[in-house]
């Protein structure tokens, strides 16, 4: 187990190394610090406030090859843009915003807590109110109630996300009054009201997918050996779904979840910026609407490791909910 | 089974509760009897550094944060300079040799808002560390030499190069940084005094301030009526410099105005509370001009209650806290302000003919007791030609002319308007906006008024009869380029488009980005483009100055977007620019007009209208028509605020327990049944 973690870690760390090139190449070839720099302070500055905001945000040097030094000094190689920008991601020193100067941690770090206030409700109650529908469901299979909420999910499914958001804001918010129709606030006091048609809304439009991929893994537990012995030893119906069939679902129910952990801090740019939730969501699509090129790529490598982190996780979850599930360097599985 | 059911009947119950007590009021119940203003804004301004800050969503912190030394009168019009930091108006000299000095005097006893930067003065009478000083004249001589410092990146830096030396300075100062990194180390204050200053500003005492001028300049007091020459305090400059923990000056303002920034949280909302050091509300006995509400106004203001004696000479700001809360997305922005939480609004597009009807109020907002203020803005919307193409410019000679004459015939500007804007807007016949010195509402451009017939006629003098170029037999081809790729403002370039290609003039529309644009201005690659300007200072010269030629694009890289070089309309600019309002300065601007009129680098399209709504909590509302700070001259009745939002924002229940009700009819009998066959 141990080596395969350092395996799978090494390997991570592999494709973090190529996220980054791919990110360089993107980042400083394609888009070229002098370009930034006028985008950042506007056309009109002098030379000399353009080489400052370059020096300040550390585009001053040389894309691969510094000039200055000879082919035999390790400074010719060492003092790039390339490495420069290995050495500030693998060590998180991610500067200052492009835009506004802010160091970025800071940003992040600002953007975290309302992201996550929006995405871990959402993510838990969509969990739990998906899993409870799906194993109803299952519980009731081949009844009209299955079959209306297969239907209902199928039409949910068909609508996009946008349309349920513009809905819920005209619905909730403006003809029914139940809750504001956008905006933040992290007063205790207040915040439930601004997070309310968000989470019910996510949690509506996640629904259809949801309960559709969890009724057909239930369904296939139900019809195995282990329940019907639980059933001919006298087991109860509900106690058989929850004790028996909802645990031995879990595999493919903690796929998706733990996949899905670490973009919660990542945000929801749709939902973040048609609600005005100052996230991390929102702070993407404001770093591309206002060419913030530093924040944008810091959020596009935490974004790449969050996912590499959850595919590992993901593995070793594997491993703890299965115990077939062998992760040995000769394991096929 | 019974364990599930009850906590089934929790979960049931804690839903019903939330339903019961959902509400969508956004704002904590305590804060809801309190003056407290609140409005929207949709991003956070890049800087509310007083000498960069250029943008009204900057200008409305910067205005009411930082004092400035003059201010206008709330209810005249035209325009009235008052006093606001100086004891009055200031003082004109005119030496023997011609050249022109001005002198203001603060009023003394002056105090900046608390803030721990205060600690670099040293320490007060009682040992402790200073949290606030007086305000002197050598912090508003510091504040313009801020403005020169080419390091601040202030965009008005030529506004002042009329001050002897003041381009100088900032030569010097630059000169001095390359040459010496341990003079750029040192504290900006002192970098400034050891360049030696600005020569033509001079600090006379501990209030007074002369500025020398190395010629008339009779525009450059209205300057002082914005925060680009507020006092700043160099303490403020230096402890907030973004380093350890500390925030950016830019982002951390401390000023002399009736508010101060208490929170800013860019992505979230900014928080502007009374400052309690405000001369204002310090010294009301002073019965300053800028800090009591006034007693002067038309009969208009008399009417709608502006002039109300129990505000008049009353000491300002009546509002507690200032609450701007970020709001993307115009549709929700709007719909709050319908619901009662936020206290002004403009009008969106998308439900303009819902709330005016016959340029009036609906009768359903009338009802509700909401208010609407039309004022038509400073502003200028044109199309601009860039003079230095060979086709559409002044090298085209009399071609050229004639065919810019005939496009601007073209353009229906009265069904843009009706189509676009949702009939705000006045059609533009020269570039003085109404309410300006110079604007004639007699004055008729021959050239703006719709006409295909003569639009075709002219086109075919300049050789080009249908759009077809009479030398080469090839069809005559012009791109527009716009700075912007949305859907919306795309509909309305196509507007334009078919409009010329009405008398055969074929446009392609050639869209980029903003940014992307200007690089376009700046090569001088394009040959016609869509802009818009919008007034620093109730001037006719800030509109005029626009086609002067040393602001040439490609040349200096100004405001003369069209690179339009005619000498009579230079002459008449210099010599207008330095007299004061009167018969000369008139002609000269009818001259100047006449010129615009007959060469055509524009087509003046429109000035804009604003239409804002308030509501009736809100007191001695009056559109401004510039961009600038009316905050302190507000008033709320919070009581009858939360009265109203309360009668309006009942939530409406019924339907969910419809839906929960039709939801068990629907689920129950199943279960029902299912469990029956199962036993």
Known sequence: MLAYIVRRLAFGFATVLGVLFVLFVLFFAVADPDDMAIRAIGERASPETYA????????????????????????????????????????????????????????????????????????????????????????????????????????????????????????????????????????????????????????????????????????????????????????????????????????????????????????????????????????TVEAIGGNDFSTLRTIVYIGALLYILGQILTDICYSLADPRVRLGAGASG | MPRISSRLWIGALALVMSVVACTNDPYPGADARRKIYYTSFNEAPKSLDPA?????????????????????????????????????????????????????????????????????????????????????????????????????????????????????????????????PAFSRQPVHVQYARAGGVAGIVVTGKYGLRLDLSRPDPQLKYWFAMPFTSPVPWEAVQYYDGEDGRPHFRDHPVGTGPFRLAIYQKRLRMVLVKNESWYGVRHPEWRAPGATYPSEGSAADRRRGRLDPAYAGKPLPFIQRVEFRLEKESIPAFNKFLQGYFDRSGIISESFDKIVLNDALSPEMRARGIRLEKSVQASLFYIGFNMLDPTVGAKAG????????????????????????????????????????????????????????????????????????????????????????????????????????????????????????LEKLKLGAYQIYFTGWIADFPDPENFLFLLESSSGRKESGGSNYSNFFNLRYDLLYHAMRAMENGPKRLAAIREMVSIVERERPWIELFHDESYVLSHPWVKNV???????????????????????????????????WIALALLAAFILPGVVTFFRERQ
């Open chain 1, 52 to 283: 400052a905001w370059k020096r300040n945000h550390g585009y001053d040097k040389p894309l691969i090859l510094n000039p200055k030094h000879g082919w035999t000094s390790h400074r010719r190689y060492t003092e790039t843009l390339l490495v420069e920008h290995y050495a500030r991601m693998l060590s998180f020193r991610f500067g200052r915003s492009d835009s506004d100067d802010t160091p970025i941690w800071r940003r992040i770090r600002e953007g975290a807590g309302p992201s996550l206030s929006l995405t871990l409700p959402l993510f838990v109650l969509g969990l739990v109110i998906g899993v409870a529908l799906s194993l109803a469901v299952a519980f009731f299979r081949d009844t009209y109630i299955d079959r209306s909420v297969l239907v209902v999910c199928m039409l949910g499914m068909s609508v996009a996300s946008l349309i349920y958001i513009i809905g819920g804001q005209y619905l909730i918010g403006k003809l029914l009054r139940w809750f504001p129709i956008s905006g933040f606030d992290p007063d205790p006091a207040v915040i439930g009201r601004f997070l309310a048609i968000p989470i019910l809304i996510g949690v509506l439009a996640e629904f259809g997918g949801t309960v559709r991929l969890y009724r057909t893994v239930f369904l296939e537990e139900v019809n195995r050996d282990y329940v019907r012995t639980a059933r001919a030893k006298g087991c109860g119906e509900i106690r058989v779904m929850i004790r028996h069939v909802l645990r031995n679902a879990l595999l493919p129910i903690i796929t998706n979840v733990v996949l899905a952990i670490p973009f919660l801090f990542i945000g929801s740019i749709l939902f973040e910026s048609f609600f005005g939730i100052p996230g991390l969501g929102a702070l």
């Open chain 2, 398 to 517: 009399r071609r050229g002319r004639k065919l810019r004459q005939a496009m601007s015939l073209a353009i229906d500007v009265p069904e843009y308007l009706r189509l676009f804007q949702n009939g705000r807007g006045v059609v533009a016949h020269s570039l003085i906006p109404p309410g300006l010195y110079g604007y004639s509402r007699k004055y008729r451009n021959p050239f703006s008024d719709f006409d295909l017939a003569r639009a075709r006629k002219l086109l075919a003098e300049a050789g080009y009869p249908k759009g077809i170029d009479k030398k080469t037999g090839e069809p005559l081809k012009i791109t527009f380029d716009t700075g912007s790729t949305s859907a919306q403002a795309m509909l309305r370039y196509q507007y334009f488009i078919n409009s010329w290609r009405r008398i055969g003039v074929d446009v392609e529309v050639n869209a980029t980005n903003y940014n992307q644009f």
């Open chain 2, 622 to 656: 009056k559109s401004f028509g510039l961009s600038y700070p009316v905050l302190k001259y507000l008033d709320l009745e919070p009581a009858q605020r939360a009265r109203l939002r309360k009668s309006w924002n009942q939530p409406i229940r019924w339907p969910l």
């Open chain 2, 52 to 180: 960069v800050a250029y943008d009204t969503a900057a200008h409305a912190v910067t205005g009411n944060v930082y004092g400035s030394l003059l201010e206008y009168h709330y209810l005249k019009r035209p325009y009235t300079l008052i006093p606001g930091l100086a004891k009055a108006l200031p003082t004109r000299e005119t030496a023997a040799d011609g050249s022109v000095s001005y002198a203001f005097e603060l009023r003394p006893g002056l105090l900046y808002h608390a803030d721990r930067c205060f600690a670099l003065a040293g320490k007060g009478a009682d040992g402790k560390a200073l949290r606030t000083r007086e305000v002197v004249a050598a912090d508003v001589a510091f504040e313009l030499m801020r403005v020169a410092d080419g390091k601040v990146g202030s965009p008005v830096v030529r506004k002042f190069a009329t001050i002897k030396g003041f381009l100088e300075f900032r030569k010097r100062l630059r000169a001095l940084r390359q040459a010496s």
